[in-house]
């Protein structure tokens, strides 16, 4: 299956900045997915990821507060704009990979905004 | 929209044998996966079922497809207590289209 380098594996922000999180994936892929998964919560879609186009977002998140890039395709970032305590979660990077009908996932990045 | 849900806990012996239920919603969900995540740390696969299946075996695990009824279950055998962990369902209708993930159930295994 597909490895994926995360980076950071944790952050702590002050609220009101901005981080940006980057997935590195050791092969192509068409679609990358980001997750964010908050305390105790499970995962919820936040958008995907298609090299060359503008990110497909979910219902409650918008391109002003998570913009993605997505220059090639084995790299994305996601960032988390104007930050507050609510934003406090893991979020994740997401590949499928068709020839195991997988999908693997980042190791995650522990944000805590203060 | 699409939903799956799981029972939130589950408590067994060590030894004993685990059930884990999930029921979702959208009867197109055609590929349905379980993954573990244990304290800290990312999300591992453990096993995943086509609809077109009805049950698949792989050592320990085993998952069983009702697609009349929308229901999937992982059962693990000897449930050891390395086994500790959230276990959550997800889905996609289409090879490639995002998963959509249940709440996780945590699976506590007592010596």
């Known amino acids: 299956s597909a490895v994926i380098s995360q980076k950071p594996s944790r952050d702590i922000c002050q609220r009101g900045t901005s981080l940006t999180i980057q997935c590195q994936v050791d092969?192509?892929?068409?679609?990358m997915f980001w997750y964010r998964q908050q305390p105790g919560q499970s995962l919820t879609l936040i958008a995907t990821?298609?090299?060359?186009?503008?990110?497909?977002?979910e219902s409650g998140f918008v391109i002003d507060k998570f913009p993605i890039s997505r220059p090639n395709l084995t790299f994305s970032t996601l960032t988390v704009s104007n930050m507050s305590p609510e934003d406090s979660s893991i979020y994740l990077c997401?590949?499928?990979?068709?020839?195991?009908?997988?999908?693997?996932f980042g190791s995650g990045t522990r944000l805590t905004v203060v | 929209g699409e939903d799956v849900e799981q029972s939130l806990f589950l408590s067994v012996r060590e030894g004993d044998s685990s059930v884990i239920n999930c029921t979702y919603t959208?009867?197109?969900?055609?590929?349905l996966y379980w993954y573990k995540q244990e304290p800290g740390a990312g999300l591992q696969l453990l096993t995943y079922?086509?609809?077109?299946?009805d049950m698949k075996q792989d050592q320990r695990l085993t998952v069983l497809l009702n697609k009349k009824d929308k229901h999937l279950s992982l059962r693990i055998a000897d449930t050891q207590t390395g086994d500790s962990a959230i276990y959550f369902c997800?889905?996609?209708?289409?090879?490639?289209?995002?998963?959509?993930f249940g709440k996780g159930t945590t699976l506590s295994v007592s010596s």
């Open positions: 990821a298609n090299q060359g186009s503008e990110a497909t977002y």
């Open positions: 092969s192509q892929v068409t679609m």
């Open positions: 959208d009867s197109s969900s055609t590929y």
């Open positions: 079922i086509f609809s077109n299946m």
């Open positions: 997401s590949v499928f990979r068709q020839e195991s009908y997988g999908y693997t």
């Open positions: 997800a889905e996609s209708t289409q090879a490639g289209t995002a998963l959509i």
